[in-house]
C-alpha cells in the first residue's frame, strides 16, 4: 500500500488526484508527496525543504504546470522528481510507484530541457 500526500491550491486538482489514487488510503506520513510549486503563501520549493529538513524519507515529485524557472530550483529542493498536471492518469500511477521504488520520474520535456541546459550543443567545425 502507497501512502499519497497530494498539496495543490487548486481544489478541482485535488479532487481529481484524489480520485485517481482513491484505492490508496491516506495516512498521516506519506510515502510520497505530491507537490505543487506555485501556491499562496508557502511555495512548493519553500515546503519541499521544509518537509525533507523534517522528514528526509520521503520521497517528493514536483506536479504542476511547465516553467523553466523551476528546472534547478526543484531538484535543488531535493525533489525525487518532476511532472507536469497533464501526465496522463496511466504515467502518473507508474510514477508514483517508480518513486516508492526508488526511482527518480520526469516527465520527458522536463527531462528533455534539464539536459538541453546541462549538456553543450554540439561542437561544429567551421571550413575555411
Known amino acids: 500500500m502507497i501512502r499519497i ?3 495543490d491550491d487548486q481544489q478541482l ?7 485517481l489514487f482513491e484505492q490508496a488510503p491516506e495516512r498521516l506520513t506519506p510515502d510520497v508527496i505530491l507537490m505543487d510549486l506555485r501556491m499562496p ?7 519541499t525543504r521544509r518537509i525533507l529538513a523534517a522528514r528526509p ?3 517528493i515529485v514536483a506536479l504542476t504546470t511547465f516553467d523553466d524557472d523551476h528546472l534547478y530550483p526543484v531538484p535543488a529542493a531535493g525533489a525525487c522528481g518532476f511532472l507536469v498536471k497533464d501526465t496522463p492518469p496511466v504515467e502518473l500511477l507508474d510514477a508514483v510507484r517508480r ?3 526508488g526511482e527518480a520520474p520526469f516527465s520527458r520535456d522536463i527531462l528533455n530541457r534539464l539536459v538541453a541546459r546541462v549538456v553543450p550543443r554540439p561542437f561544429h567545425l567551421r571550413h575555411p
Do not use: S, Y
Open 5 to 7: 500526500l497530494v498539496v
Open 13 to 19: 486538482v485535488r479532487m481529481g488526484l484524489r480520485m
Open 41 to 47: 503563501g508557502v511555495d512548493g520549493i519553500t515546503a
Open 57 to 59: 524519507a520521503i520521497r
Open 99 to 101: 518513486t516508492v521504488n
